[in-house]
């Protein structure tokens, strides 16, 4: 079983920037293949971004030279930094492990 902990959403104005974070426990041995999701209001769940080997990524097109993954893995953490925000960038962010775990969600809100 892999526990998720996600942090850092909360309201910011269009144009700033945020930090979330999603620590891992339980039974989990890398961060590779750790993602965010994010689910926009009235909208399905998609795939923001994957942590690949080799600090690479794979990411969602429209959020290329806004948002960026990394990760510690001495921590289990993956991080999702992003900046210049959009309203449409709203939703609940979701982190993901491999095996099918789910964080409980943030929610990230920008306003005009």
């Known amino acids: 079983q892999v526990h998720l902990v996600e ?3 909360g309201s910011v104005q269009a144009g700033g920037s945020m930090r979330l ?3 891992a426990s339980g039974d989990i041995t890398s961060i590779i293949g750790m993602s965010w999701y994010r ?6 769940r998609e795939l923001v971004a994957t942590l690949l080997h080799y600090g690479g990524s794979k990411q969602l097109e429209s959020t290329r030279g806004r948002f960026s993954i ?5 921590k289990r953490t993956i991080y999702l ?3 210049n925000l959009k309203p449409e ?5 979701y982190c993901f492990a491999p095996g099918q775990f789910w964080g ?3 929610q990230v809100t920008v306003s005009e």
Request: charged share 15%.
């Open 104 to 106: 409980q969600g943030t």
């Open 89 to 93: 960038h709203t939703g609940i962010y």
């Open 81 to 83: 930094q992003m900046n």
């Open 70 to 74: 990394r990760g510690e893995s001495g």
């Open 39 to 44: 689910q926009a209001p009235g909208k399905e």
């Open 7 to 9: 942090s850092g959403g």
């Open 21 to 23: 974070s999603c620590a």
